[in-house]
């Protein structure tokens, strides 16, 4: 069973940083995508960023576009998600996932870290 641990949330004020770190229990494939979905309060979950893990092709949500990074650290099975000038809007619960496709998710979720950004 594979398994996804996010950590890096935390309250920070509009227009600083965070990075949000997921690392994976057992390696991907290079066919699979890593990506980040949100949820917050009273919203559906909604996509964020994502990367295929061979090629490194990634994608972006036009809400994050510009500001969000998403990497990776192969040796660690880590994905991670920089997020600059945050505004109070992208107060969420961030998930890591695995899946197939670049915007929609698959069957495996991490447990999810909060991101409370104040105005």
């Known amino acids: 069973q594979v398994q996804l641990v996010e950590s890096g949330g935390g309250l920070v004020q509009a227009g600083g940083s965070l990075r949000l770190a997921c690392t994976v229990s057992?390696?991907?494939?290079?066919?699979?995508?890593l990506g980040w979905f949100r949820q917050g309060p009273g919203k559906g979950r909604e996509f964020v960023a994502s990367m295929r893990w061979g090629r490194r092709s990634t994608y972006y949500a036009d809400a994050v576009k510009d500001r969000f990074t998403i990497s990776r650290d192969g040796a660690d099975n880590t994905v991670y998600l920089q997020m600059n000038n945050l505004k109070p809007e992208d107060t969420a619960v961030y998930y890591c996932?695995?899946?197939?496709?670049?915007?929609?998710?698959?069957?495996?979720w991490g447990q999810g870290t909060q991101v409370t950004v104040s105005s």
């Open positions: 996932n695995r899946g197939t496709e670049p915007y929609s998710p698959g069957a495996y």
């Open positions: 057992s390696r991907p494939y290079s066919s699979h995508v």
